[in-house]
T-cell receptor, first 114, second 114 residues
Framework: NAGVTQTPKFRVLKTGQSMTLLCAQD?????MYWYRQDPGMGLRLIHY???????AKGEVPDGYNVSRLKKQNFLLGLESAAPSQTSVYFC?????????????FGPGTRLTVL | AQSVTQPDIHITVSEGASLELRCNYS??????LFWYVQSPGQGLQLLLK??????LVQGIKGFEAEFKRSQSSFNLRKPSVHWSDAAEYFC????????????FGTGTRLLVSP
């Protein structure tokens, strides 16, 4: 039982390049989330999904797109990376409501945009 | 505006000493309260949560937290710290303000001295 996994663990991009971060969970959770973690700012929600085929914007969605084609996977895309997107990205999943259910986090992806 | 404050950025505690990490929130309704821990290079793991009932909640690894409505606080405590407790600790508050959101504090980094 791997829980929540993220690919890749590290990535360096040049400004304007695109990339996709993959999150996979094997707990059959309905809800999945993408956060970014920046020094002194805690975690901020980028996008989330309440089920296969659904996505919704979080607190800081600009510059990112997401897709949830399969229940177990949640992809985060950066179409044209900017230095402001340098951050650590965490994926999480939960079985139910965003505000009440325990979220299970992946190990994170450290992204640097030059 | 809704917010979560962890006033201590860093705390150093001697091994075997007691620990208290502070968390205050600003929210008009009854909150859902969480403490997560992040070990170096890892994702976040839930320590404990409070929704209702007894205001003193027990969590994993010997941690407990007390909800004080009058002070809008949810402080985390441990009677005797172990070196393995060195990590970053995040308080989070689940809020329903027309849409659901989980707001994280900025974190407190705990250092344990021998």
């Amino acid at each position: 039982n791997a829980g929540v996994t993220q690919t890749p663990k590290f990535r360096v991009l040049k400004t304007g390049q695109s990339m996709t971060l993959l999150c996979a969970q094997d707990m059959n959770h309905e809800y999945m989330y993408w956060y970014r973690q920046d020094p002194g700012m805690g975690l901020r929600l980028i996008h989330y999904s309440v089920g296969e085929g659904t996505t919704a914007k979080g607190e800081v969605p600009d510059g990112y797109n997401v897709s949830r084609l399969k229940k177990q996977n949640f992809l985060l895309g950066l179409e044209s990376a900017a230095p402001s997107q340098t951050s650590v990205y965490f994926c999480a999943s939960s079985s139910g409501q965003l505000v009440t259910d325990t979220q299970y986090f992946g190990p994170g992806t450290r992204l640097t945009v030059l | 505006a809704q917010s979560v404050t962890q006033p201590d950025i860093h705390i150093t505690v001697s091994e075997g000493a007691s620990l208290e990490l502070r968390c205050n929130y600003s929210y008009g309704a009854t909150p859902y309260l969480f403490w997560y821990v992040q070990s170096p290079g890892q994702g976040l793991q839930l320590l404990l949560k409070y929704f209702s009932g007894d205001t003193l909640v027990q969590g994993i690894k010997g941690f407990e937290a007390e909800f004080k409505r009058s002070q809008s606080s949810f402080n985390l405590r441990k009677p005797s710290v172990h070196w393995s407790d060195a990590a970053e600790y995040f308080c989070a508050v689940g809020m329903n303000t027309g849409f659901q959101k989980l707001v994280f504090g900025t974190g407190t980094r705990l250092l344990v001295s021998p």
